[in-house]
């Protein structure tokens, strides 16, 4: 017995519930600027709802977006997502909830649970984009001339609803305005808005399946237009609740609430990290080598870029120019500049690469020439896009797909040696064999070295940080190995001397697409904010590359495409299982507890191939969260919900 | 809900039209058909690769074809069941959602490693759902290639194509190749002539129609005699037409890009006086092959050079300035799909260049719009043929 309350700060709307032993008070507000303020303001009204002083309360949890950074002196306060909350909101006011759709002001969910206690078994969010959500009704009923509040009602009055092709708010806008144009009614236009968001949301839903007993929560519930559209297309009934289940989510924090005031033992594990200081003197080291290829204090040295991992870049180390991989991304306004050229439907990566020269990005203005073994359509289409626009010579090598077919190496070896005449016109010397068989020893020494550090996370307590093992391997992408290999011996030694508490901590493999040289928004988020570990990094920038060294005896060219052809595969390279395979590999040597699937918008090789990542996953019993993102900064509260939601499944497993 | 299908049922005075509007909507029962009757049948034959198909007495049903009978239900299942994202080019999600509905029939398919991303990514989901899929790893033809590199690329096309024989039944046979090859190339002509007698009476065919005699001109919708039928009957009725023109003024613009399934889209460029003119598609698809060459070299050589195959923006711009100096085009319109990073760049290397020259040009992105045009397109095409007007 006892008081506790819990705060659902939603995007629109606040929440509070108060249970006052077996009564409980509600409270709702809009939620305003200033979140604290709405916060204290809520805890007030259900104070003098239940005629009760503040000292009287035992314990909140808050929820919500606005859960982050509230503060209430002297009373035990803790955060939990709002997936857990609706969780456990739903199974308070009815055990037998299996299945919840959760349709708020900003996002929309499906969440699983388990019947027996009310614990998130997994969960599906909407993307960033508005669609299928309270804001996009809202947007569409200001087309439609109506208030939101009779949206519902208005569509349940249609005869033959409108059908509405776009999921996009900006697009469904439009074609709104056309379906008005053309005389079809504001009943039937509702009506099949309400069946376009209830589309999306089923596709939500059937990505975690749909199992009786289905709740309908969030603020979008009290709507019953949406209700029947969703009734109707996926084919069920909701169970109704006892209550108003927009407070399903304050009811479920003031219930957690009460749990964390009988288990006090429940406190967040302080983060602590181990930087070892050499790390960032490597990070001088690489800023040291830029400015001086930015200020041409290389002597004449040519600078090569080049964009993907299928670029022999022994052939460059021994040309005597300075190879330079162009990954730079993570600056939405950069991203932005460079869609003038690519439109908006490329992945932000690649307007980046196309942004840094339009606004000049020194270092990126110090290359020669750029050279593109050909991975995706849109960096190859990049590429181009920078020799057109911005005159920097830029030549394409074709790199086939199928990487296990037997003609497929002969033809790599021929474009991997017109690679090298390329160089030696650049550069004006000749590459001998001799000297790309010594670079190739040096790169495979930073390789080795690289995995060997890597290695080290493979304990209980992991010595290094995977923001910091990011920036070891961005290193190998701007410095040649025999700078490299003095700080990579030496931070192991020191990573190395670190003993292992055995503290266990959450750890999480990252795979998925690439995480450019700047984009550390989401590793910083997770490691840093929530506390978990990525322990290894299934994608180009992290440890996957550096898995296969290069045959260091024989022809040295033949060498190269061998190993390059056959490197550990990005998504694009066929055969597809193989490349999940690897992922496979990975996961398990390194006893990972979660999986965050991460794509950028618009990356084909990532995105459409997901499904086929995470089933496997999920064979493997390995939870998997898929994030799909870009640059901007917009989304950062829905990442939290989705990662400490996942870090909530992963604890509680 | 609607589908192209419905969209089509337009009314045509000409039999020729009607006859290859017949063979067009008949062309995936008729591939059903063959396969129930034991043929051998494959998704693919699209491009160079049909004489191939039917030189291996193989039925090619085109993929992108498939997108005309998909609906709304379509792409949700490319959505709901693939969890592809939704951002990805629609005609793709058609595409993907067309086949797995149609799982039950036959289940080959060819894909191409160099064209677009999200086919490549889709066909490999496929095999995940028992599809057969064999890869042509044709090579991407990039700029500033010498001789040398070009013989590679061609070498390697020629390699993939014989390892497409392979897995159609076995050795390919030469002489049937060639027949296959000179057949394609008196079609090709046929249609090339059409093309032309169509500048002079530009008011007799829609711009749907031209398109799909167009499309058809590498794969016959798998009946090469109704084809190459519906052609000469068509170059009759154009011939007599031309005789005694009607003195209908039409607006002669060029098609760059994507075909497209947003039908409505060519319906409003006829009905606001437009003539597609030229077509960047009929220099992919009906080029003519080599019959000099080898026939395998033949159809690799055309897989690699210039509007033969995928390539950069600089391989295309003078194939439209050919197209406009021939038909003399008062604008482009750049079409492609939503989603579409393979032609997106493109557009934009193509517009710029073109705009330099004062020839205005017009970038579409269309989406999976069933029926009619949705009203942002209806007003940016009207508003690009008045100031064309």
Redesign the interface.
Known sequence: MGRFIGLDIGSRTAKGVLLDNDTIHTAITDTGFFMQKTADGLVQTLLEKAHLDISRIDYIVSTGYGRISLVFKDIPHKEVTEISCHAKGAHHLNPGTKTIIDIGGQDSKAIKVDPSSGKVIDFVLNDKCAAGTGKFLEMIALSLGIKIEEMGNIALQATTPSHITSQCVVFAESEVISLKAMGETQNDIASGIHFAVARRVGNLLNRVGIESDVVFTGGVSKNKGMKYALEETLKFRFTDLKMDAQFAGGLGAAVFAQEFANDQSIEAKEVTTATPSIISGLEGRVKQHQDALISSAHNGTKVAGYFCLYTPVEILDASGAAPIRLFKGGDDAVAASGEIHTRSYFCQFCQSCVGGFRENDPLYKSVDKIYTFNTCDQMKKTAEAIEEFYNVPTQLYCLPRERTRETSGSFYQSEVLSFKKDVENLTGKTISDESISRQIILRNKARALLKKISDLRKRQDPPIKGSEFLELVKAYYYLQPEVLLPYYEKIYEQLAAIPDNGEKRIRLMMSGGIVADGDRRLIKLIEDEIGARIVVEDHCTGLRPFYNLVEENGNPIKSLSNSYLNQSPCARMKPLKERIRFSEDMAKEYNVDGILYITLKFCSCYGISKKSFQDNFLKMGIPVLEIGTDYSQSDIGQLKTKVGAFLEVLGGK | ??SQIDFLKVNKDSKAIERLFDHVLSYIERADAAHNDGKKVVYGGGLFDAPLLYSFDTFPCVYTELGRLAS?ESL?IA??????????CSM?KATLGELFRRKKSFNRMIGY??F???Y???F??M??EDFDVH?V?L??R???LDE??FK??Q??AQ??FK?LGKWLGGEIDEDRLSKEIKRSNEIKKKIWKILELQKKVPYYMGSLDSMFLITGGSHYYGDPVEFNAICDLLIDELELEASHPKQIKKLPVIWAGGRGQEFGTYKLIDDLGGFISGWTLAGMLLRYYDETLPPLEAIAYNSIIGMGGPG??RDWIPFIDQLKENSNAKGIIFYGY?????A???F??AK?YFATKNVPGIIL?G????G?P???TVTRVKAFMEMLS
């Open positions: 809900m609607k709304n949700s959505e709901d069941y693939f969890q592809v994202p939704r951002e990805t793709v490693c160099s677009c991303e999200p490549n990514a889709a490999e989901v095999k995940g890869f790893d090579p991407y990039p700029d500033h040398e590199r590679n690329l070498n390697h390699k993939e390892s950069g923006a939503f989603g579409c990073s393979f997106s760049v493109n934009e290397i710029n992105e989406s999976f719009q069933t009619e949705s009203g942002q």
